[in-house]
């Protein structure tokens, strides 16, 4: 059964498709398609590679391994245990793998097909228990992201004058000295007087003065 897994270059396909479909699964929102898929191919390399010799252990080092990425995915989210998970997934695999060169196949299909699986994030949906990887979450102060001096807060309301063109960024130059800063979309030339609106964790922003009639 099954006969044609036992040449390496077949095992190194399954296991590839398997894991890029798996690791897919859990960076994506697939409806379930590439679980199926994945746990499919999976299966199939188990279900043909185990023998009295190698105990079912590796299919639950296997799932570990899974449960592990799973883990770093929604708590740690560093990337640590999920490269243990994947080394976790790889030594399930080889074990019960006929040679050496199979087994070598193998470990580079799993590590080849987690990196390929990143692709689907530039065509599908991506899942939430990744955005903390993605730095998705807002640089503030209030959240103990403070990377502007907090010297640069002392701005806001001061006025100054554009030293280049901002498209939409550029440079101003506030009481002589001069500072990087955005200008919230709008194009500006230079040497045109702005004001400081805003300071906070992703820079220095700013509008053109509006002009005020003498009273």
């Known amino acids: 059964m099954l006969e ?3 040449i390496a270059t077949v095992g190194f396909i399954v296991v590839f498709l398997g894991t890029l479909f798996l690791i897919g699964e859990l960076l994506v929102r697939a409806k379930g398609v590439f679980s199926l898929i994945g746990v499919g191919m999976i299966s199939i390399y188990f279900i043909h590679h185990l023998t009295g010799d190698v105990g079912t252990w590796v299919v639950l080092f296997y799932v570990i391994g899974l449960a592990l990425i799973i883990f770093d995915g929604n708590v740690t989210s560093d990337g640590t245990i999920a490269a243990i998970g994947i080394v976790f997934m790889i030594i399930a695999l080889a074990v019960p793998a006929p040679d050496m060169v199979y087994r070598i196949l193998v470990g580079m299909a799993v590590i080849i097909g987690a990196l390929a699986a990143l692709m689907f994030l530039r ?3 991506k899942r ?10 807002q640089l503030t102060s209030e959240r103990g992201y403070n990377t502007m001096n907090e010297s640069y807060k002392a701005l806001v ?3 100054g004058e554009t030293l280049t063109v901002f498209r939409p960024a550029g440079t101003v130059e ?3 000295q001069p500072y990087s800063a955005i200008s919230g979309g709008q194009f500006l030339q230079a040497g045109v007087k ?3 609106v805003l300071v906070d964790g992703t820079g220095i922003v700013i509008k053109p003065c509006e002009d005020k009639e003498e009273s």
């Not at 939430?128 to 730095?135: G, H, S």
């Open 157 to 159: 309301g001061k006025t």
């Open 4 to 6: 044609w897994l036992n």
């Open 123 to 125: 065509v599908f949906p």
């Open 128 to 137: 939430n228990m990744w955005t903390k990887m993605t730095l998705k979450d």
């Open 174 to 176: 506030i009481e002589g």
């Open 194 to 196: 702005v004001e400081v």
